[in-house]
């Protein structure tokens, strides 16, 4: 048996991106770490759900506590960097956040992680972090340099099949109005013309990976309800009757039955790949 680190930007993302790849492993009898670098301070909670007094930063951590004790998880460490907020936010410059972090600390930090676990498999987002977002983007950064400073070779990107979510959204009428709904939500949260980081442009080709570039597919179907109940776990971000707690169970299996990664340095063969450990 083997160690997964599944290494996240704020908290939330481990159950909506890789949650269904980590029950997988801890039932198949791996180790299984939750790393996350901010406590997602910058986000909007649902209206009335935080406490008079209540930091939105505290509640968020305890959520992924809920969040990691329905996954199965082993461990949940912060890396103690401030939430950065969406591209083009003031709070990018806050010399606090993880995107201002200086790189080789951070790197340290989640190194000495990865040391402490004697780490087999580690999981981070691919290169613009999914669809830009800064915090996503230094996950990857600071994953890939840590993984190199500590030899580890079987280093995963999360992703979106971007070719299969365009191919679903013209061919069901249900998973396109579910999508649609989606990136409603999201728009609601940051300016689209802001779409980018300081260094780079995000384009709409950005949004995921091209299915021909996918090398592992992870199958997770037997585990989506505890998946949507460990995204309902962050209570202050999603409410029950949020987009993704009105989701069909069909539309939800549709867009989140599996979970896709590129295996940098591997080209898709004969299909995907299917386990992270194989």
């Known amino acids: 048996m083997g160690t997964m680190v599944n290494f996240h930007a704020h908290p939330d993302d ?43 930063g505290e509640r968020r951590a305890a959520e992924t506590l809920d969040s990691a004790a329905i996954i199965g998880a082993h461990r949940v460490e912060f890396l103690g960097y401030e939430d950065s907020g969406m591209a083009g936010d003031p709070a990018n410059d806050n010399p606090a956040c993880f995107w201002r972090a200086d790189f080789d600390e951070a790197v340290e930090r989640l190194a000495r ?35 190199r400073k500590v030899g580890i070779e079987r280093v995963f990107y999360a992703t979106m099949n971007r070719t299969r979510i ?63 109940a460990a995204m309902l776990a962050h209570t202050s971000q999603i409410a029950p009757d949020s987009f993704f707690g009105d989701m069909t169970e069909e539309q939800f299996a549709d867009a989140f039955g599996v979970e896709w990664f590129v295996a940098p340095g591997l080209a898709q063969t004969d299909g995907f790949a299917t386990d992270l450990f194989g």
Not at 137 to 142: A, G, L
Not at 178 to 201: I, K, N, S, V, Y
């Open 166 to 228: 365009l191919r679903q959204m013209a061919e069901v009428e249900s998973f396109a109005e579910a999508m649609e709904a989606m990136e409603t939500e999201r728009l609601e949260r940051f300016d689209p013309e802001d779409f980018g980081t300081a260094e780079e442009e995000i384009t709409q080709e950005d949004f995921g990976t091209a299915e021909e570039e996918i090398t592992h597919a992870v199958d997770v179907t037997s585990y989506l309800g505890r998946k949507r």
């Open 113 to 147: 992680i990865l040391i402490e676990e004697s780490a087999d498999v580690l999981t981070v987002y691919d290169e613009h972090g999914g669809y830009g977002h800064p915090d996503h983007i230094q996950v990857h950064r600071v994953g890939v340099g840590a993984a």
């Open 14 to 56: 481990e159950a909506i991106a890789t949650s269904g790849t980590m029950m997988k492993a801890a039932d198949d009898g791996h180790r299984v770490v939750l790393v996350v670098a901010t406590r997602g301070e910058q986000g909007e909670p649902v209206s009335g759900v935080l406490e008079p007094g209540e930091r939105l």
